[in-house]
């Protein structure tokens, strides 16, 4: 397919979705750092939507870039890309600089760029490249561990450099995994942690432990013509109360001490309100006095007094909640919605595997940042620094996901060929 022929087979729907929300976040982006007392422009570059409108401009390049690349390059080099990133990922923890408590970021010049937010898209074509290869099926164990590991190796050095956030959301391509066959089973056991985590320090240990015994005996009743299965049952309730004694050990020596306040702050609102809690409080103090219409573009009062911390970043949502009110965050959220249903329809009529599983792995990573955001700043979920995809303030994080986004539409807009070559 010659270039001047593609802009036809390109997905334009997602294009104008992708354009609408970059360009009203650059607007929020203002409107979150505007200074009624300091007559600066949209354009001017000491301001962040100036910076942010240099990276708008770089992500154009980038797409023009991808799209000019044969999309063959994608499938063939994955792997090289996934090792470079992880090099990097090693690289960092021994040069990087710290910033705001992880060790994350390359200083470049006056810029910063941060290797595991790049690392999510390498990770996203190295997962497709093994689970479509035809030799494999992902429904086997031995292709499972191999997946789940293609994702926990950047999970882990993200995690060793501090930034607990970023590498939660590599946990989201196990949604991948679940939809080429992993066994639901796993995704139970995930959640039943998360339970048993939430529940421990919610509840006391006394309680949950007796919960925990009722609950194997009855299942011990359930199958007690299967003495395999006996077996299966007695071990998980054995390893639920090892996990219910062990999360004091978690939450006071593996977390970090503002990690440990956010989890207690969510549990406690209240506990904290000019400390721990102040972000929280006021981000969702931005978004109910917003009301129905808001109050207006660059009216924002919690904005305009800088309330709220990271509001051109993690809290850009507050902006919108503010400014524009219930309807401009109804708005924001359809038009995600909208970028997320059709991707999975795009993912669903691919004709190659790995495009396909690419596909998912996408709106996997979107969607979690999505809601994770969302959920941080009306207060369902800890502060863990997750920026809104397009939306936020950040060059590492706007290359990120364009550079996500226009893989996928350059393999969806060559999928006949795919077809064809078959």
Not at 70 to 85: M, N
């Amino acid at each position: 397919m010659r270039n001047d022929q593609l802009i036809y087979k390109v997905d334009w729907i997602v294009v104008l979705i992708y354009l609408v929300l970059v360009f009203s976040g650059w607007l929020n982006i203002y409107a979150a750092d505007y200074d009624p007392d300091v007559n600066q422009g949209i354009l001017s570059f000491s301001q962040s939507s100036g910076k942010q409108l240099i990276w708008i401009a770089s992500s154009i390049f980038l797409i023009v870039l991808i799209m000019m690349v044969d999309f063959r390059f994608y499938d063939s080099f994955a792997y090289i890309l996934y090792g470079i990133f992880i090099f990097l990922l090693i690289s960092v923890l021994l040069l990087g600089q710290e910033v705001s408590g992880s060790q994350s970021w390359f200083q470049i010049g006056s810029y910063k760029l941060q290797p595991s937010e790049f690392t999510k898209f390498a990770t996203a074509l190295a997962l497709a490249k093994y689970l479509s290869k035809s030799t494999r099926k992902s429904g086997e164990m031995r292709s499972q561990i191999i997946g789940f590991l293609i994702f926990l190796i950047p999970l882990g050095l993200i995690i060793l450099q501090g930034d607990l956030g970023t590498a939660m959301v590599f946990g989201s391509l196990v949604l991948v995994m679940f939809r080429e066959g992993m066994h639901p089973l796993i995704l139970v056991i995930g959640f039943s942690v998360a339970i048993l985590f939430l529940g421990t320090l919610v509840l006391s240990q006394t309680i949950l432990l007796i919960g925990i015994v009722v609950l194997t005996l009855f299942g011990v009743g359930l199958v007690a013509k299967a003495p395999s299965k006996i077996v299966v049952v007695v071990v998980a309730g054995v390893m639920a109360a090892g996990f219910v004694r062990s999360v004091d050990f978690i939450l006071t020596d593996v977390l970090k001490p503002h990690q440990q306040q956010r989890v207690m702050q969510l549990l406690n609102p209240n506990r904290d309100p000019l400390g721990a809690g102040w972000q929280v409080t006021q981000s969702k103090i931005a978004i109910g006095s917003g009301g129905l219409t808001g109050k207006g573009y660059l009216e924002g009062t919690q904005t305009k007094f800088n309330f709220v911390p990271d509001q051109t970043t993690d809290n850009i949502f507050c902006t919108v909640g503010e400014e524009q009110g219930w309807i401009g965050s109804f708005f924001l959220v359809a038009a995600f919605t909208a970028l997320f249903l059709r991707l999975v329809f795009l993912a669903e009529r691919q004709k190659s595997p790995f495009a396909k599983i690419y596909g998912y792995a996408v709106v996997s990573i979107l969607f979690f940042h999505f809601a994770f955001n969302i959920a941080m700043t009306i207060g369902l979920f800890p502060v863990i620094g997750i920026p809104l995809p397009f939306f936020s303030y950040g060059g590492s994080s706007l290359w990120t996901f364009t550079i996500l986004l226009f893989i996928f539409l350059k393999l969806d807009a060559h999928r006949m060929q795919v077809l064809q070559r078959l």
